[in-house]
């Protein structure tokens, strides 16, 4: 997350201020940056997943993955949301990848399921492969690539029909 707040909250000893610094030293000596951003927290909003695709449009990250939170079975989120009543199924097969499977605090849960797929759409989109082309990178295009195409070919489908589910349950 770039989310201040959110980073404090999970106990990260980290500093948002910091990571166009640190993308621009790691770039700099010729390694490729990965981004793993995850969504749903307590702190996060609409606006605070945009920020965070922007910003790693901007910083041109090579590869990013923008998933929702998983309350992993058995940890201390997950016994907090059962608490709280904000799990919303206990379909194991729906603990990985791309499914929102608790109620968020500041969207409904199809909003953060469709916020997470615009994500990844925007950062995969045909326009940043044609760019990592023009720009020589080439083993980057490949992989953005092949990842639009995953998203546009069966994940569209799946998690379009699941946001619809979400949508019965909030």
Known sequence: SINQDTLNSYNKNTNV?????????????GINVVGLFIFGSDYDTKKTIKDTVD???????ELAQF????????????KEFIR??????????????YYVVFKPKNMKPS?????VWKGNKKFYSLRRVLKSILQGNLDVALFRLKCFY????????????????????E
């Open 17 to 29: 201020n910091d990571f166009e610094k640190c993308i621009k030293l790691i770039k700099n000596v």
């Open 55 to 61: 910003f790693a449009i901007k910083n041109d990250i």
């Open 67 to 78: 998933s929702p939170l998983t309350p992993a079975p058995g940890s201390d989120l997950a």
């Open 84 to 97: 709280d009543n904000r799990i919303l199924t206990y379909d194991w097969s729906k603990y990985y990848d």
């Open 111 to 115: 909003e953060l399921q469709e916020e």
């Open 150 to 169: 995953i998203l546009m070919s069966s994940y569209r489908k799946k998690y379009y029909d699941y946001s619809k589910w979400l949508k019965t349950v």
